[in-house]
C-alpha cells in the first residue's frame, strides 16, 4: 500500500494567515492526490481533486500543487470556518489511502 | 441534493458482525459512480474499505478482504456493510461516500459511530 504522510499533524494560526499542509507519498503518485476538509461535526467535503483542481463551491483562497512524491495544500488568508481537519487521499494505486490528518487551530 | 446517511448499531459485541446501511437520495445508485464504505478510527486515521460499483462489482481494501461484504438492494436505493469477526480495532466511525471519475470522495454521509466491546 502507499503510505501518505502528512506534516504537520497540528498547527495553530490567525485569522488571515497563509498556511500550508504537506503531504508526502511513499512512491510516486503522478499527481493523483485528493484533499478533503473534515469540520468539527465530523461533515466531511472534498476541497480538491487531481492535485490542483478545485472542487465546485470550494472558495479560491484554498489551492493545491505539487508532482511526483511531495503535494501540499495552501490556504492564501485564512477565515474562521478554516479551522478544520485536512486529509490528504491518494489514488494511484489501490488501495486508496489517506495522510494521517492535520488538524489546523485558532492560535 | 445528494444525500447519503448511515444508519445501524453503534455498539457490536467482539467477533459478531457488523452490519450498517447508506441510504442515498437525490441520485441512483445504479446510474453511475462507485460507492464506497470508508471509516475514521479514534487518532484519526482513515481506511477506504471497499466499494460496489453502479454495476454491482465491488473492489475490497485487501487488509480487509476476508471480513467484508458490500451489497445493495437498489428497490430502496441502499447500499450496505457487512464485516465479520470483528474486534476492539473496528472500533471507529464509518461513512458512506460516493467516489467520482476522478476517485474523489465527492458526497459523504454524517458518518456513525460504532463502538465493539463486549
Known amino acids: 500500500d502507499i503510505q501518505m504522510t502528512q506534516t504537520p499533524s497540528s498547527m495553530p494560526a490567525s485569522l488571515g494567515e497563509r498556511v500550508t499542509i504537506s503531504c508526502r507519498a511513499s512512491q510516486g503518485i503522478s499527481n493523483y492526490l485528493n484533499w478533503y476538509q473534515q469540520k468539527p461535526d465530523g461533515t466531511i467535503k472534498p476541497l480538491i481533486y487531481?492535485?490542483?483542481n478545485l472542487q465546485s463551491g470550494v472558495p479560491s483562497r484554498f489551492s493545491g500543487s505539487g508532482s511526483g512524491t511531495d503535494y501540499s495544500l495552501t490556504i492564501s488568508s485564512l477565515e474562521p470556518e478554516d479551522f478544520a481537519m485536512y486529509y490528504c487521499?491518494?489514488?494511484?494505486?489501490?488501495?486508496?489511502?489517506f495522510g494521517g490528518g492535520t488538524k489546523l487551530e485558532l492560535k | 441534493e445528494i444525500q447519503l446517511q448511515e444508519s445501524g448499531p453503534g455498539l457490536v459485541k467482539p467477533s459478531q458482525s457488523l452490519s450498517l446501511t447508506c441510504s442515498v437520495t437525490?441520485?441512483?445508485?445504479?446510474?453511475?459512480?462507485?460507492w464506497s464504505w470508508i471509516r475514521k478510527f479514534p487518532g484519526n486515521k482513515m481506511e477506504w474499505m471497499g466499494y460496489i460499483s453502479n454495476s454491482g462489482s465491488t473492489n475490497y481494501n485487501p487488509s480487509l478482504k476476508i471480513r467484508i461484504s458490500i451489497t445493495r438492494d437498489t428497490s430502496k436505493n441502499q447500499f450496505f456493510l457487512q464485516l465479520n469477526s470483528v474486534t476492539t480495532e473496528d472500533t471507529a466511525t464509518y461513512y458512506c461516500?460516493?467516489?467520482?471519475?476522478?476517485?474523489?470522495?465527492?458526497?459523504w454521509g454524517q458518518g456513525v459511530m460504532v463502538t465493539v466491546s463486549s
Open positions: 461516500a460516493r467516489m467520482d471519475g476522478w476517485y474523489l470522495f465527492d458526497y
Open positions: 437525490g441520485y441512483t445508485i445504479t446510474s453511475g459512480y462507485d
Open positions: 487531481y492535485t490542483s
Open positions: 487521499q491518494q489514488y494511484d494505486s489501490s488501495p486508496w489511502t
